[in-house]
């Protein structure tokens, strides 16, 4: 499926890359924002958008500032904390969605930051449903393999920041990590790993309150051979989303083609013929429950005014099993 370029803007009118992924048959069922990962290129979804588009929804992919398409002409000294991908990029783009699309069900798929951003900002009420992939705490003590941990912890807290602080940026191209990264992101992201519950335990960002502000179906997906979405983490995450209606799996990574799915396969091609059409069939389930109980009238309405699950309908949303 084609694709189109455009500018988006965040909250503060950053101008973000990205791109529209139009279905062939119109009209289009709905839209789905794809929210990514910390350091992660836009092309890492390209093909899932694509799939998204085959099945009669708009896509959307995009970078956070900073990173890839959204990356200004020099990072070093670029102003930007992770927080801000959040509550200025992701944002941004949910409302910009709203307002290009208002009558289409607006839908949202959140890849590890991308998920925890769906649990911190308050547009995230505007969407029918949310998937979240491999989103978890990050907090160093639930990367259960310990070799992992000593890797990972070395590397976040020991030899990242300094070595940011005299760059201007994170160099992670040059490391073979990713994309590089703004300064005050990796920051934050380091300080965030040494707290025992994540950003939880962080007073000035009250993300406690602001997941449990959530009341959109959400369905949480892990994978075995995650090392470092463990399911302790993931669990520290979905807890906070106390009035949010959640669906938890835990997928066996023997299923995909290639044996394994880790923290970043769920997005590749290798993994989209089992994955995908799982997630798609969950997301236009919840939603078109949600979208029902939305419209129920006020008496209807009050469980979900308490805080509780918006309708049963959404449990009925069934999945094949690992």
């Known amino acids: 499926m084609p694709s189109i370029a455009v500018e988006i803007p965040a909250v503060d009118a950053f101008s973000l890359g990205a791109h529209v992924w139009y279905p062939q048959t119109l009209p289009a069922q709905g839209i789905v924002l794809v929210h990514p990962a910390t350091a992660v290129p836009e092309r890492l979804y390209f093909a899932f958008a694509e799939y998204v588009a085959q099945r009669g929804l708009i896509a959307v992919t995009y ?33 910009w969605a709203r307002e290009r699309y208002p009558s289409l069900p607006l ?55 300094p070595l940011t602080r005299l760059a201007g940026y994170m160099p992670g191209r040059s490391l073979g990590l990713g994309e590089d990264l703004p300064a005050g992101v990796l920051l934050e992201w380091s300080r ?17 309150a602001r997941f449990a502000r959530v009341k959109t179906p959400i369905l949480s997906l892990g994978f075995d051979d995650d090392l470092w979405a463990t399911p ?13 209606p959640v669906t938890r799996r835990e ?71 690992p």
């Open 232 to 244: 302790m983490g993931i669990d520290v995450l979905v807890s906070r989303l106390r009035n949010a």
């Open 63 to 95: 970078s956070y500032r900073g990173i890839d398409g959204s990356r200004p002409p020099v990072l070093r000294g670029f102003r930007a904390r992770m927080r801000d991908w959040a509550d200025l990029d992701v944002e941004g783009v949910t409302r």
């Open 192 to 208: 965030w790993t040494r707290l025992p519950n994540y950003f939880f335990d962080d007073e000035t960002l009250d993300a406690e």
């Open 251 to 321: 997928i066996a990574s023997i299923r995909s083609d290639a044996g394994s799915i880790g923290h970043m396969g769920y997005f590749r091609q290798r993994s989209g013929a089992f994955l995908w059409p799982e997630t798609l069939d969950w997301l236009l389930c919840a939603g078109a429950a949600n979208g029902v109980a939305s419209a129920s009238p006020p008496g209807a309405a009050g469980a979900a005014q308490a805080g509780e699950p918006r309708s049963a309908a959404t449990t009925s949303c069934l999945i094949t099993p």
């Open 107 to 161: 839908y949202a798929v959140g890849h590890s930051f991308g998920g925890h951003a769906i649990g911190l900002c308050e547009s995230t009420n505007l969407l029918r449903a949310a998937v979240q992939v491999a989103s978890h705490a990050g907090s160093m003590r639930v990367v259960s393999d310990r070799r992992e941990r000593a890797r990972v912890t070395l590397l976040m807290h020991w030899v990242a920041p």
